[in-house]
């Protein structure tokens, strides 16, 4: 209970990625006896439903609506496919989030249903609620159009304790430097852009003096080999979930 309390509060204090372990935690748990689940959905949804109550009779006085259905950061900044995507085909970020939301919404309810369909009334253990947990992050992660680097700061603390400790390793320190990698490189060819290359001039030098490769050449290269991860691992976890 007072996971499900803290989950719910952080999708509102911090980011509202948040909401899928909160869902996890709902519903990955049996749904008999129903005063449970009743109990379970009343203390996820009480802090969400106060604070956005409140935020909604805010913007819809100040003639706002709905202002956070229409924030849409910006794909190019963003660590998944989805930026390759919309970099290749011109494409636009509400495009990009249109299209990706419904994908991410499906891809992080997958692991949870079949999860249930195998185990319809088995009360999982914690290690089994945790790779849950994962699995379904994993996977609006890798399908949602904007994630940042740091958004997989919160999937950190369950991966060390899901993956062995072998795997663990090689995704902390090879796999998601890369993420890090894919902003780093985008830095350097927008400050190659014209209207920045002179103002940038000696940090360019220093970059080639280092990467010989232009920077969006290597963007782009990141940018593949991270979604090709993410998927991989997302699949590994749901496997590890099901067995």
Not at 2 to 31: D, S
Not at 51 to 65: F, H, K, Q
Not at 90 to 111: C, E, F, I, N, Y
Request: charged share 10%.
């Amino acid at each position: 209970n007072w996971a499900i309390v803290a989950c719910a509060v952080a999708a509102v204090a911090a980011k509202i990625f948040f909401l899928v372990p909160l869902l996890g935690l709902v519903a990955g748990l049996p749904i008999q006896p129903t005063r449970a689940l009743v109990r379970r959905v009343i203390l996820a949804a009480l802090p969400i439903l106060i604070v956005y109550g409140i935020a909604i009779a805010v913007w819809t006085a100040n003639g706002n609506g709905m202002a956070l259905l229409s924030f849409t950061p910006p794909t190019k900044l963003s660590t998944s496919f989805w930026a390759l995507l919309a970099k290749l085909a011109h494409m636009p970020d509400v495009t990009a989030k249109r299209l990706s939301m419904p994908l991410a919404l499906a891809g992080g309810l997958l692991p949870l249903v079949l999860f249930k369909w195998k185990h319809m009334n088995h009360m999982p253990t914690p290690a089994e609620l945790l790779r849950l947990v994962a699995a379904m992050w994993l996977w609006v992660f890798a399908l949602f159009y904007e994630i940042s680097p740091e958004y997989y700061m919160m999937l950190v603390p369950v991966l060390m304790v899901v993956l062995s400790l072998r795997l663990a390793a090689a995704v902390l320190g090879g796999m998601l430097p890369i993420a890090w990698a894919i902003n780093f490189f985008y830095g350097v060819e927008m400050a190659t852009a014209p209207a920045a290359a002179e103002r940038k001039a000696a940090f360019i030098r220093l970059y080639y003096s280092i990467f010989p490769v232009p920077p969006g050449i290597l963007h782009n290269v990141s940018l593949i080999v991270f979604s090709i991860l993410s998927f991989w691992l997302a699949m590994h976890v749901t496997r590890q979930l099901l067995r």
